[in-house]
């Protein structure tokens, strides 16, 4: 193992501060660049994908729980697999306490391929809590899209999955979606090495079109002191 060369305190002070005006300058960057990702144009996208979650069927619009915004997490677990991803569940380990973005008026929920029946048991086994879906879904279910004779795929349209050597790749990923009533538009989305720093409530809040205060006026408080 290589450790730090050992200094005095005058050369850390000083090492520190040129490395702080290298961080400060990192930090505006960072601050332009989510400026400009709010700034992105939208596209409008059917809100009756078909989700099954605790309570049965679920549409894209019912995965806003009534909110405004809305992020996915793509949680890596396809349908022959017997646990979901490791790297994807360190990252959902990461996000915090789901009331902080709900009252930003933004939800949260992780998506997957496997079946509901296979996600619930491994979701009991990591402890979480944040609402979890599955995306299998048939053409029995009426999930077809309208005139382009294939069927709806949430995963496929969206990125999640990719095509490679004849079938079909898992992408760990995120994606934003914005409400207008009963219209969904897409804002968003970030995928594989593009998701390291991320998983606190500012780091998703900062990925959506409204930013981290969407009415301009709440203030972080206890998780459970919240009226939402």
């Not at 619930?120 to 382009?148: C, E, I, N, Q, T």
């Amino acid at each position: 193992m290589s450790y730090p060369e050992i200094v005095s305190r005058e050369q850390w002070r000083a090492a520190r501060e040129e490395l702080l005006r290298k961080e400060e300058a990192v930090r505006r960057a960072r601050e332009a660049l989510g400026a400009e990702r709010r700034r992105l144009p939208m596209v409008e996208v059917d809100p009756e994908y078909v989700f099954e979650g605790g309570d049965g069927k679920a549409t894209l619009l019912d995965l806003f729980e009534g909110r405004a915004q809305l992020v996915v997490h793509h949680f890596m677990f396809a349908p022959e697999w017997e646990t979901g991803c490791p790297c994807c569940a360190a990252f959902l380990d990461q996000v915090g306490h789901l009331a902080h973005l709900r009252a930003r008026n933004t939800s949260f929920a992780a998506v997957s391929r496997a079946p509901f029946t296979r996600i619930l048991p491994f979701k009991a086994r990591m402890g979480w809590a944040v609402p979890w879906y599955s995306s299998a879904h048939s053409a029995d279910d009426g999930d077809r899209d309208r005139g382009s004779g294939r069927d709806r795929d949430f995963n496929r349209d969206f990125e999640a999955t990719v095509e490679a050597d004849g079938g079909l790749v898992e992408r760990p990923g995120l994606s934003c979606f914005l409400r207008d009533h009963d219209r969904v538009f897409h804002t968003y989305s970030v995928y594989d090495d593009g998701l390291d720093g991320l998983g606190t409530t500012s780091a998703l809040l900062d990925l959506t079109a409204l930013g981290r205060s969407p009415d301009g006026t709440e203030r972080l408080r206890l998780h459970d002191e919240y009226d939402y």
